[in-house]
Nanobody, 126 residues
Framework: QVQLVESGGGLVQAGGSLRLSCAAS????????VGWFRQAPGKEREFVGA????????LYADSVKGRFTISRDNAKITVYLQINSLKPEDTAVYYC???????????????????WGQGTQVTVSS
């Protein structure tokens, strides 16, 4: 069983930065792509970004390109989401999830992921 725990969320002013962490427990994390998604109140969950198992490939939603950066430290079995230039529209609960299947490319589709964390709240004030 794999458990993912997100942390690092909080309340920040527009223009600020946060670094979210997704820490895994259990085995079989380093060989899997990891995705970040977010869900704002009253909206559907949406893709934010993803990183390949080796960290060499990253994907980002158009709305966050240039502001969000995903990285991973497989030794620490942790994936990070650096969020810069925060906007009020970035307010949401942020989730990480492990890609189904090892050594496969990351995707933007939530149904391709499993073992979701509980989420961490990011609130951006204007």
């Amino acid at each position: 069983q794999v458990q993912l725990v997100e942390s690092g969320g909080g309340l920040v002013q527009a223009g600020g930065s946060l670094r979210l962490s997704c820490a895994a427990s259990g085995r079989a994390f380093s060989n899997y792509a990891v995705g970040w998604f977010r869900q704002a109140p009253g909206k559907e969950r949406e893709f934010v970004g993803a990183i390949s198992w080796g960290g060499t490939t990253t994907l980002y939603a158009d709305s966050v390109k240039g502001r969000f950066t995903i990285s991973r430290d497989n030794a620490k079995i942790t994936v990070y989401l650096q969020i810069n230039s925060l906007k009020p529209e970035d307010t949401a609960v942020y989730y990480c999830a492990r890609r189904k299947g090892s050594y496969v490319i990351p995707t933007t589709t939530s149904s391709d992921y499993e073992y979701w964390g509980q989420g961490t709240q990011v609130t951006v004030s204007s």
